[in-house]
Every structure is written in structure tokens, then in C-alpha cells.
């Protein structure tokens, strides 16, 4: 049987192997400590009951009588008041005392100790119980308080404590290795179906994730991790076959503003004039660069752009040249107006990226002699910019408002942008935690807005 400890079905065998050592080791220690207590109460029941037989066998002088031939008292001592014994059963004749007289006389009756004692001749192991004695003087003896002393062969009683840890040695071996194969043959079991379902997910391919994962029977908990997984392969399907259409959408769209720009560019060439030359190319450049911005945000859509490096002030200076040439071409007034609260030494993030595709939305959709405002302020915290583009075009019909942000939506037929300004400048916002939304659709004051995050560390 072999286990790596990285191996969630190693780690659960060796947890159940830890609680069964533990739950084994307490258990032998709480056995011990029972039997020892048992044994103590069964030595101490027998010594009291012997002690009971012996006191009527006992004189008023403290010899034993000869008469006396019950075998529960055939282990008896009388000891003096000097401590020495005064009388003793044949078996424990010439051995010294079995217990101190002066913990006999310091416990008293009613807190005699039980003693252990070992013998090497005769090889035994005794316990003895002492209670005081009113003597008489003998001989040399004087009159005083002495002990009675009873004891017993320990040995019986003991036998099951010393075969104990034997015992509970080879019961905790086996229960161990028990705990370990059984541990190992549950979390196989249990295991079995997780194999199964990583080998099912190693030959699932990018076309066949909504088929999903075959869901196990007979196991809930797995069961609903499966069926999560499934939803969750689900919709990585349905965002890649959007992606996919998305991309081959793009590649047909975007045919169109390509030949426009060669259009421009051979019309630039043919031009006699080396002002409109100057003029033609500037709006090539103008619309390729927006080309630009436009396929950069579609292979960088899921990625969050990084703040800009400029403040709030140079951006928006850098912004009002840029709209200005391109109102002008147009022949549309365009009216920047910032209020004195914006801070415009801190950085907002992605300001180009939001702002110009709403700007030249404005701009296109604005007749010769029309304007184009952009007021810029801040919110109630001052946290984030908030820019209001409003213009005087024909505004948007009622059913190109739900889709108004949605990619490839235009209302006119000939834009670089194909549809996708909006769509390029929400996409934007959302990606740095803002928001692009339409305030108006009225015709003759058309009105968009865009909020932008702010932030005091320029990077």
C-alpha cells in the first residue's frame, strides 16, 4: 500500500490513523486507571473483611490463639507499642513488620492505608492493612497502642494490571493497521469517481465544453461540484462562440473603413493642390489612428488599461486640441468648459479612450453650423470626473436607444468607426470602473455621459 502524504487519500489515511492512535491511547490510558482502581478496591474489600475475622482470634495480650484455622487468616501480625512484632501466623513468622506502627497510629481505623510489600523469602507480593491496638505490657514489651496487621497474596489481584500493557499494546497495533486499511478502502471508494472525472475533463476540447461533465450517481456532494463545473464550462462556451463571432463580425466590418482609407489616401495622391493634400492626409491620419484605438480595445478588451500618466489638466488640454481640429473640419463649434472644483492636478484613468470615441460620435452626428459642448466637472466626493457631451444632431430614434452601446450599431452608413465608438468607450470606462450612459436622445440636444475614477498617484 502506498501513500503520498500530498495525496488527499494519503492525508485522510493519515488523519485516521492519528485519531485512532489517540483515540487508542486514551482509551488504554482510561482502562489502566480503572483496573488499578478496581484492584485497589477489591485489596482493600478483602483485607477489611480478613481484618474482621482476625480481631475474635486475637487475646486480650495480642497473641493469637492456636486454635484458630481459617485460611483468611493465616497472614496476620501483632505489633507492639515499641513497634516490634509481638505475635505473628506461622507464614509470616520472622519477618519484620509488614507496615509502620506510626502510620498505623497516624491514619487511625477509619483511614487505614493498604500496603504493598514484596517478600524474597518467600517470593510473594503482599498486600497489608494496619489498624491500632490496645496492648497490655508482655515481656519486654510495654503496655501501649499497637497495630493489627492482615494482609494478603497480591498476586491474583494484580495479574490483570501487569498483563495489561501487553495487552492493550497488541489491541492498539491492530486497531491501528485496522483503521489504515479500512481508511485506505473508504477513501478509494470515495476517490474513484474524482479519477473518473479528471480523466473525463482532460479529453474535454475547446468545441466540446458544452457537453459538460458526465454527473455521478450516488454521490451529492460531487454530484454538485460537477454540475457547477458544467455551468461554469457552459459559459466559458457561450463567451467563446460570442468571441469567435465577435472576431469574424469584426474581420467583415472592418473591411469597409480600410478601403475608405485607401480611397482617401489615392484621392490625397491625385490632388493638386498641396493644401488639400496637407488636409487629406490629416484626416487619414486622424481616421487611422482612431482604427487604431479601435482594434487595440477589441484584442485588449478583457484587459484593464493602466492609469494615465498625465493629470487631469493635460489631458483635457491635450483632448481640446485634438476635438477642436476635428470640429473644425467638420464645421461644428465645439465649447470645452471645465469647473473650478475638478482637480486637475490628479490623474484620471483612461480619459482618451472614453472621451474620444463619445466626442467624435458628437461631432459626426452634427450638422455644419451645429455645436458640440463638453462640460467637465467633478462628483459630490470629488472621486471621480464626470463628462456631460451634449450637441445639436438629430438626436437618436426611439429604437436605436437599447442598443445605442452595442457593438457594430450605427446610425449613418459612412464611419471609420464602423458602429463601434460607443461600444469603444463604454468597454473603456468599464474596464477602469466607470461607466458611459445616454442622458438625452433628444433631438437638438443630444447628451452623453462618461464618469472616470480619479486617483492622486500618477503612474
Do not use: Y
Request: some cysteine.
Amino acid at each position: 500500500m502506498r501513500m503520498s502524504p500530498s495525496s488527499l487519500r494519503g492525508r485522510l489515511v493519515l488523519g485516521a490513523v492519528v485519531v485512532g492512535v489517540a483515540f487508542a491511547v486514551l482509551f488504554g490510558a482510561a482502562a489502566t486507571w480503572r483496573l488499578h482502581q478496581i484492584e485497589d478496591r477489591a485489596l482493600r474489600a478483602a483485607l477489611l473483611t480478613r481484618l474482621d475475622l482476625v480481631r475474635d482470634e486475637i487475646r486480650p495480650d495480642g497473641s493469637l490463639r492456636p486454635d484458630r484455622g481459617s485460611p483468611k487468616t493465616e497472614l496476620v501480625q501483632v505489633l507492639g507499642p515499641d513497634g516490634k512484632v509481638r505475635a505473628a501466623s506461622p507464614a509470616l513468622s520472622g519477618l519484620p513488620p509488614l507496615v509502620k506502627l506510626s502510620a498505623v497510629i497516624a491514619n487511625g481505623s477509619a483511614e487505614a492505608q493498604v500496603e504493598e510489600r514484596s517478600l524474597q523469602n518467600p517470593d510473594t507480593d503482599l498486600a497489608a492493612i494496619g489498624v491500632p491496638l490496645r496492648l497490655p505490657a508482655a515481656g519486654s514489651s510495654p503496655a501501649g497502642n499497637g497495630a493489627l496487621v492482615v494482609a494478603v497474596d497480591a498476586e491474583g489481584f494484580s495479574a490483570v494490571t501487569t498483563d495489561l500493557p501487553r495487552l492493550l499494546l497488541a489491541g492498539l497495533i491492530s486497531v491501528v493497521a485496522a483503521i489504515a486499511l479500512l481508511a485506505w478502502f473508504l477513501a478509494g471508494r470515495a476517490l474513484r469517481s474524482v479519477t473518473g472525472l479528471t480523466e473525463e475533463a482532460e479529453r474535454v476540447s475547446v468545441g466540446a465544453m458544452h457537453d459538460g461533465l458526465p454527473v455521478p450517481v450516488g454521490d451529492a456532494e460531487l454530484a454538485r461540484l460537477v454540475t457547477a463545473l458544467n455551468r461554469m464550462l457552459w459559459r466559458l462556451s457561450d463567451a467563446h462562440a460570442r468571441e469567435l463571432a465577435f472576431a469574424a463580425d469584426a474581420g467583415h466590418r472592418l473591411r469597409t473603413p480600410v478601403a475608405t482609407l485607401r480611397a482617401e489616401a489615392e484621392l490625397a495622391i491625385r490632388e493638386d493642390d498641396s493644401r488639400e493634400q496637407v488636409a487629406a492626409l490629416r484626416r487619414i491620419m486622424q481616421d487611422a489612428d482612431q482604427l487604431t484605438l479601435i482594434v487595440d480595445r477589441m484584442l485588449a478588451r478583457s484587459k484593464k488599461p493602466a492609469l494615465s500618466a498625465t493629470t487631469v489638466r493635460e489631458a483635457l488640454e491635450a483632448a481640446e486640441s485634438r476635438w477642436s481640429r476635428q470640429a473644425d473640419v467638420a464645421g461644428v463649434g465645439l465649447t470645452l468648459t471645465i469647473e473650478p472644483a475638478v482637480p486637475t492636478e490628479s490623474c484620471v484613468a483612461d480619459l482618451p479612450g472614453t472621451a474620444d470615441p463619445i466626442v467624435d460620435n458628437a461631432v459626426r452626428h452634427t450638422p455644419q453650423g451645429g455645436w458640440v459642448v463638453v462640460a467637465v466637472r467633478t462628483d459630490a466626493a470629488q472621486s471621480s470626473i464626470v463628462l456631460d457631451v451634449s450637441n445639436s444632431g438629430p438626436g437618436i430614434d426611439a429604437e436605436m436607444v437599447p442598443k445605442i452601446f452595442d457593438a457594430w450599431v450605427s446610425s449613418r452608413d459612412a464611419s471609420v468607426a464602423g458602429g463601434l465608438g460607443l461600444w469603444v468607450a463604454r468597454e473603456s470606462a468599464r474596464a477602469v470602473g466607470g461607466e458611459v450612459t445616454l442622458l438625452d436622445p433628444s433631438p437638438g440636444d443630444t447628451s452623453f455621459r462618461a464618469i472616470l475614477p480619479v486617483t492622486n498617484n500618477p503612474s
